[in-house]
């Protein structure tokens, strides 16, 4: 949801921004607990969202993330109620919100676009929700929560004079001031350029472990949700393709979309030919490769091999290598020089490109365009997923 105001206009306050939240039941077991059944969401004959199940613990940093058109701010807006679900129920701190407006309900959202009031400076647009409640002793609270963003400073400044990080840290103060059970924000980092998009992923890192409490954040940006989120759930067209920690998700994806989708992978087609010991023997054109047993998804004999392209090292073709290490060798058809690391573009005798990411450490200066090299890794850092599944899933907009 993208809001814009022009010249002076006062920008509709939300009720979800400004209101206060409504006192929830008692707790059910599951305390704060953000849950999810069956909730589903459909526009005439087009599914935005199929009904789908999911828990958000009480005081986690939970990302929704996906590309456009996956279902993740429709499930986010369903949440706060500027959606009605289709299917389904909502259940905020074991109080069932799927009826209640959202001005009732105990959350606040944030938006990509601050919708800050132009007129008043950052003490008053953070004051504004208590005012707005017939509030008259402010101060402290907004004295804390200035603090509590590193605005104090700033506080008589109209939003005009602020970055575009600090109009964000204000618009999040103004939201945590009415002390929400969980604070939805919507694609928050979207309007800001690379470097103050992640110092802001920091700062909400640190604001919601201070608060503690229950951060719902939808975004398509990978690296944005790894670097705060504690649980990930990928979204693709309306479902839920994985749920987990950003590590477990990033080193065992259960799917090509997921592999593909969060980082990058090299999927290399291969058959299953056998087993010896904990590991499974592939082939690969005439090339053979193991993978751990336990790092394949499938009982499928037709398989993608899968290994992230920062895994492989890539040397001269003369190098030495030791026993046990899966290996391919090819031809360097490109390389881009990224500071921190050299990409690199294999052909390997399979004809497939894969990807390769060197540090820029000790350099082998015999490794350029038309090279023969050699890629090798360890099989452990290697998985195995059905080769039913799209090879490229994830790879472009139209697979979200």
Request: glycine share 8%; aromatic share 4%; charged share 20%.
């Amino acid at each position: 949801m993208t809001e814009q105001t022009t010249g002076t206009a006062i920008p509709a306050p939300t009720p979800a921004e400004t209101s206060a939240p409504a006192p929830a039941a008692t707790p059910a077991a599951g305390g704060g607990d953000v849950r999810l059944t069956g909730i589903g969401k459909t526009y005439g004959t087009a599914t935005a969202v199929h009904p789908l199940d999911l828990t958000v613990p009480q005081g986690s940093f939970f990302a929704l993330l996906g590309a456009s058109g996956c279902g993740k701010t429709t499930t986010l807006r369903m949440i706060a109620g500027l959606e009605d679900p289709t299917s389904g129920t909502v259940v905020i701190g074991g109080q069932d919100v799927t009826a209640l407006p959202p001005y009732k309900r105990p959350v606040n959202t944030v938006f990509q676009s601050y919708a800050l009031f132009p007129h008043l400076d950052i003490y008053e647009n953070v004051a504004f929700g208590l005012r707005r409640r017939g509030r008259k002793d402010v101060k402290k609270q907004v004295e804390d929560m200035l603090e509590l963003v590193e605005l104090g400073p700033l506080a008589r400044r109209k939003p005009h004079q602020l970055s575009g990080g600090q109009q964000q840290r204000v618009a999040v103060a103004r939201a945590l001031i009415n002390h929400p059970q969980v604070l939805l924000l919507d694609e928050p980092l979207g309007a800001l350029d690379l470097k103050l998009r992640r110092q802001m992923q920091l700062e909400l890192k640190r604001i919601q472990t201070e608060v503690g409490i229950t951060f719902v954040h939808v975004t398509h940006d990978q690296e944005e949700a790894m670097t705060m989120a504690d649980t990930i759930a990928v979204m693709n067209a309306g479902r839920i393709e994985q749920l987990g920690a950003p590590a477990d998700l990033y080193e065992n994806p259960a799917t090509t979309f997921v592999a593909n989708f969060l980082g990058q992978s090299n999927l290399i087609p291969a058959e299953v030919t056998g087993a010896s010991g904990d590991d499974l023997l592939l082939t690969a054109g005439s090339t053979r490769l193991t993978v751990p047993r336990a790092r394949c998804t499938t009982d499928a004999t037709r398989v993608h091999l899968g290994v992230r392209p920062e895994k492989i090292t890539l040397t001269h073709a003369d190098a030495d290598i030791a026993e046990g290490r899966n290996r391919l060798t090819g031809t360097v058809v490109d390389s881009s020089f990224i500071g921190v690391s050299t990409q690199y573009v294999v052909r390997t005798d399979t004809g497939q490109e894969l990807a390769v990411f060197e540090q820029n450490m000790d350099r082998d200066t015999r490794v350029t365009a038309g090279a023969t090299v050699l890629l090798h890794w360890n099989p452990a850092h290697s998985f195995a997923l059905d080769a039913a599944q799209a090879i490229d899933a994830g790879t472009t907009e139209g697979d979200a």
